[in-house]
């Protein structure tokens, strides 16, 4: 309460002491005991009469009303932040619904300009070329065994 150490005590036991004596003391600190005491339970009685008081005059309720305009849900801040929440955790490459993702990828492949369109045909035509010269040198290879395993 008032924030005395043991030492503290010590040295005001001693002045007590030296200026009450001994015969008295034992007297004093049970006086100082009982007021102690009475002004403790001062305190508590004035702390109820204050909180009767509150309670009669409705400053509780009060409070509360307060407490409930506070509220996040009363003024659809919950509904905001779940909002925010999915927002955060959305992958846009991930879609809820299939449809979502079908029509990126069905826009994707529509919305190729001409000449993409036509570097996209030539990389074909080059891959297709290259696989049929890579076929033929193997079927010439292989004509090129048979004819020497024959001579």
Not at 10 to 21: C, D, E, N, S
Not at 68 to 86: C, M, Q, T, W, Y
Not at 134 to 143: I, P, S, T, V, W
Request: charged share 35%; aromatic share 4%; hydrophobic share 45%.
């Amino acid at each position: 309460m008032f924030d005395i150490g043991m030492s503290e005590l010590l040295i005001i036991g001693v002045v007590a002491l030296i200026v009450v004596g001994p015969k008295d003391l034992p007297g004093m600190f049970r006086t100082l005991g009982r007021f102690t005491a009475r002004a403790k339970s001062m305190a508590r009685e004035f702390s109820r009469a204050m909180e009767a008081a509150a309670d009669e005059t409705g400053v509780k309720e009060a409070a509360d009303a307060l407490k409930g305009a506070a509220n996040p849900k009363k003024f659809g801040l919950d509904k905001l932040n779940e909002a925010a929440d999915k927002f955060e955790k959305w992958d846009p490459t991930k879609a809820a619904d299939g449809k979502a993702a079908a029509k990126t990828t069905a826009l994707q492949k529509d919305e190729l300009s001409p000449e993409r369109a036509e570097a996209a045909q030539k990389i074909s035509d080059a891959a297709a070329k290259k696989a049929t010269e890579r076929l033929q040198a193997e079927l010439d290879a292989e004509e090129q065994a048979k004819k020497d395993g024959e001579a």
